[in-house]
């Protein structure tokens, strides 16, 4: 069993930045793709960022290219999820996820979700 905590989620203002880090507790991190989705008020959760084991292979959504930027750090069993260039469409609770052994969009892949970390841009 896999646990997962999402931070560094806020309050910021069009334009500015934000660092999502993903912990997971989990023996072989290392082999497993991570991913992050994210879920605003009223719509299904969304695929956002994904990236390998090896941190070789990374996945974006259309909206996010260019301004996100997925990262990991397997000695610390973490994932980043840099955030620029933040726009109110951007608001969302965002989740990290665990599951496939390799990068993919698809949110049946992936069976650990961490709790959620709120992101909120102002206009």
């Known amino acids: 069993q896999a646990q997962l905590v999402e931070s560094g989620g806020g309050l910021v203002q069009t334009g500015a930045s934000l660092r999502l880090s993903c912990v997971a507790s989990?023996?072989?991190?290392?082999?497993?793709?991570v991913g992050w989705f994210r879920q605003a008020p009223g719509k299904e959760r969304e695929f956002v960022a994904a990236i390998s084991g090896n941190s070789l292979t990374t996945l974006y959504t259309a909206s996010v290219k260019g301004r996100f930027t997925i990262s990991r750090d397997n000695a610390k069993n973490t994932v980043y999820l840099q955030m620029n260039s933040l726009k109110p469409e951007d608001t969302a609770v965002y989740y990290c996820?665990?599951?496939?052994?390799?990068?993919?969009?698809?949110?049946?892949?992936?069976?650990?979700w961490g709790q959620g970390t709120q992101v909120t841009v102002s206009s």
């Open positions: 996820a665990v599951g496939s052994n390799y990068p993919t969009m698809a949110i049946n892949q992936y069976t650990y």
């Open positions: 989990l023996h072989t991190f290392s082999i497993y793709g």
